[in-house]
């Protein structure tokens, strides 16, 4: 079996037509996001005292934090792997989606850094929505 085989059919087309400035701004975007998601997911992991307090005050208990380390990891490799870059994305939408819930209903403090992570992980959404729909299209069938 080729290696292509593991990716959506669509992955090599819709790599390729994209002009070169534009690929090189995605993956400096992608890199940034991941850098930032993946030192976030460390400090989690590795239980930063100001994360333990973080979500403390979230109220819903500490197995919340390794979760959301553990999914911040594992987007932000993801983001730096070609194949599933878009996946990674749509993970760490989710993830930023719940940290600004969070940071708004239950710290009420400001969702500025999240929100600014969920502009970032957007745009490369919407710029590898191809690929996601690619994705989808073959866990269809």
Same mark, same amino acid.
């Not at 990716?7 to 991941?34: E, G, H, K, N």
């Not at 403390?56 to 730096?80: I, K, N």
């Not at 400001?110 to 994705?135: K, N, T």
């Given at each position: 079996?080729?290696?292509?085989?593991?990716?959506?059919?669509?992955?090599?087309?819709?790599?390729?037509?994209?002009?070169?400035?534009?690929?090189?701004?995605?993956?400096?975007?992608?890199?940034?996001?991941?850098?930032?998601?993946?030192?976030?997911?460390?400090?989690?992991?590795?239980?930063?005292?100001?994360?333990?307090? @973080?979500?403390?005050?979230?109220?819903?208990?500490?197995?919340?934090?390794?979760?959301?380390?553990?999914?911040?990891?594992?987007?932000?490799?993801?983001?730096?792997?070609?194949?599933?870059?878009?996946?990674?994305?749509?993970?760490?939408?989710?993830?930023?989606?719940?940290?600004?819930?969070?940071?708004?209903?239950?710290?009420?403090?400001?969702?500025?850094?999240?929100?600014?992570?969920?502009?970032? @992980?957007?745009?490369?959404?919407?710029?590898?929505?191809?690929?996601?729909?690619?994705?989808?299209?073959?866990?269809?069938?």
């Amino acid at each position: 079996m080729s290696t292509n085989a593991t990716a959506p059919a669509s992955y090599q087309s819709v790599r390729s037509t994209r002009p070169r400035a534009a690929t090189v701004a995605l993956w400096a975007l992608q890199i940034a996001l991941a850098a930032a998601l993946g030192m976030a997911g460390v400090s989690k992991l590795a239980g930063a005292p100001a994360m333990i307090q @973080l979500f403390d005050a979230v109220g819903v208990g500490q197995w919340l934090r390794y979760v959301t380390g553990a999914l911040e990891m594992l987007g932000a490799v993801a983001l730096l792997v070609p194949r599933v870059a878009s996946l990674g994305a749509l993970l760490l939408i989710g993830v930023m989606s719940g940290a600004v819930l969070s940071h708004l209903v239950a710290l009420h403090t400001s969702p500025a850094a999240p929100l600014g992570l969920l502009a970032g @992980l957007a745009v490369v959404g919407f710029v590898r929505r191809r690929e996601i729909a690619a994705w989808v299209a073959r866990l269809r069938g």
